[in-house]
């Protein structure tokens, strides 16, 4: 008995099929009247001994009307992978370019823009490997954060279209996105999209990709190399290397040996005093410009648009008292304008790189960062314009303890925040040998200390890579984590390769 019963169930699932196979929504109907529980056991059983969802199927051969009535009934059916890259349903429609089915999937679940396939690839990746651009746009336009996923060989959708010799969909994607970091970075192999397309040969876009502003054209790989020194050590292509040359050698790009020099140790702390070279020009600027004519003056009263410049006249005087520490001046605001500090998180400080708390901290202004915090709790979360940085990020920088338990009571999360460099106060807290922070965080955060870099350093390699033995070794005996320990960054060197490749017989 129950054998004929898997033989019937087995054959209305072979129909069932053989309706996706058509398009044949009327067959779907009657197979789902005779027995309502078909697709369930699809999804069950992951489809049987069928290596594709009826789903899978339908997408494939673009029935959209069978699309939209199998998602019907059973919406959860999108989520299911086959059995022979593990592609979602969303994955063959963005491969093949069918935009009313990529619509229809989404509007189902837009978190499948994040499924990878048994190669790390996502639905955004084959659009890109396929050229779809209009694929693209619409994934990009509900998912933008599906750009930032990475293959298995840690290669983004920019190292995909290299690779796969899109250079349409690059131009688009780069355009679209206007994402610095991601134009930047690099894959498991160290190569940078800028590299691999010298490497492949792709004058077209090797000539996009330096006229960016933003593009790294000096970057160097796993193997010590540049741009230029993978152009010279590359196949040879004597029409296209004449292309290539000519765009590296216009773009100013530099051999290794010549692009590489030493960093100071402290070159964050120095972007975070650039910011504030200019706010104290603003502030000088505007100071003036008050002076002669005082807030609700004679002046401003025959401007239409006096409230205006009366609050931003405000805001820089707001920033002054923040830069001197002046705690009377932010009250006789606050009671002036009780709002001012809510428009620095609305409008992140408006024309200001950094908000007044980050102005407070970075000159060590104990009493007025207590106050500013009291009056305005949410101003520890807002990161300034420049580094994208938070005020715990300078506290710990600058190894300003008080301050940093200060903002630590309001909100401990701040503890994971990434900068654009993708650094995490624990990082910078390291990097600058600031090892009563680094207790004071750890004690409160311990999983702090497993955050990474974009390229993928842990605070432990950022030790080496800093220079920080005693900063090291506290770590080490503190978190007695072995796995930590052991971690390798994105160019696969551990904490102890990099320590040895950097001659610091000290910590090896």
Known sequence: MEAQI?????????????????GDVPSLLNLLGEDPLILDRCIIGKSGSFMQSPLHVAVNFGHVNFTEEIIKQKPEIVELVDQIKRSSPLHIASTKGNLLIVEVLLAVN?????THDQDGKTPVHVAAINGQIEVLRILLKMEPQAAWERTIGGETVLHLCVKHKQPKALKFLIEMM?????????????????????????????????????????????????????????RKDVIQDEKIWKHLNRANALPAKEALKPKKDRAWLEDQRTSLMVVASLIATMAFQAGINPPGGVWQDDLPYSGTIDKMTRMYIGHDAALKGDVPSLLELLGEDPLILDRCIIGKSGSFMQSPLHVAVNFGHVNFTKKIIEKKPKLVEVVDQL??????????????????????????????????????????????????????????????????????????????KHKQPKVLKFLVETMDDGELLNLDDALGNTVLHLAVAAKQSEVR
Request: some cysteine.
């Open 178 to 234: 206007d994402d610095n970091e991601l134009l930047n970075f690099d894959d498991s192999l160290g190569f940078t999209v800028l590299q691999l397309a010298v490497a492949a040969k792709q004058s077209e876009m090797v000539e996009f990709l330096l006229e960016h502003p933003k593009i790294k054209k000096n970057a160097i790989s796993k193997k010590g190399l540049s741009a230029v020194d993978i152009h010279k050590r590359s």
């Open 6 to 22: 898997e033989r019937g169930q087995l054959h209305a699932i072979t129909r069932l099929y053989d309706a996706a196979l058509k």
């Open 387 to 464: 580094k994208r940085s938070s005020p715990l990020h300078i506290a710990c920088a600058e190894g300003y303890l008080q301050i940093v338990e200060d903002l630590l009571v309001v909100n401990p999360n701040m503890c994971f925040i990434h900068d654009r460099d993708g650094k995490t106060p624990v990082h910078v807290a390291a990097m600058n040998g600031q090892i009563e922070v680094l207790r004071t965080l750890l004690k409160l955060e311990p999983q702090a200390a497993w955050e990474r870099t974009i390229g993928d350093e842990t605070v432990l390699h950022l030790c080496v």
């Open 110 to 114: 837009p978190s499948i823009c994040y």
